[in-house]
């Protein structure tokens, strides 16, 4: 059984930096990709970024481009999304989720597992 455990959310001022993890276990095969979303309060959820098991990645957001990082450690099955200069706008619940043989979906759809989520708070 696949699982998703993201770690690392807090409270955090304004302008710093936080790193999240998505510990994943419970594949069979090497071929996925996983991304992390974000939702805030009162609004839809938003695909942040997504990196796939060759190395392939990208920044969804243009809101963070320049300020988040996704990075992985295969032989760890860990993902990171490393943040930096982070502003109130950024507080939400952070999502990781895993797609097999395929690529993430902008808003999460077609996502295969999910994460419960870590809260991120920025406060400014």
């Known amino acids: 059984e696949v699982q998703l455990v993201e770690s690392g959310g807090g409270l955090v001022q304004a302008g710093g930096s936080l790193r999240l993890s998505c510990q994943a276990s419970g594949f069979t095969s090497d071929d996925y990709a996983i991304g992390w979303y974000r939702q805030a309060p009162g609004k839809d959820r938003e695909g942040v970024s997504c990196?796939?098991?060759?190395?392939?990645?990208?920044i969804f957001a243009d809101s963070v481009k320049g300020r988040f990082t996704i990075s992985s450690d295969n032989a760890k099955n860990l993902v990171y999304l490393e943040m930096s200069q982070l502003e109130p706008e950024d507080t939400a619940v952070y999502y990781c989720?895993?797609?097999?043989?395929?690529?993430?979906?902008?808003?999460?759809?077609?996502?295969?597992?999910w994460g419960s989520g870590t809260l991120v708070t920025v406060s400014s």
């Open positions: 989720a895993a797609v097999l043989r395929g690529w993430c979906g902008f808003y999460g759809t077609g996502m295969d597992y």
């Open positions: 990196i796939s098991t060759s190395g392939h990645s990208t």
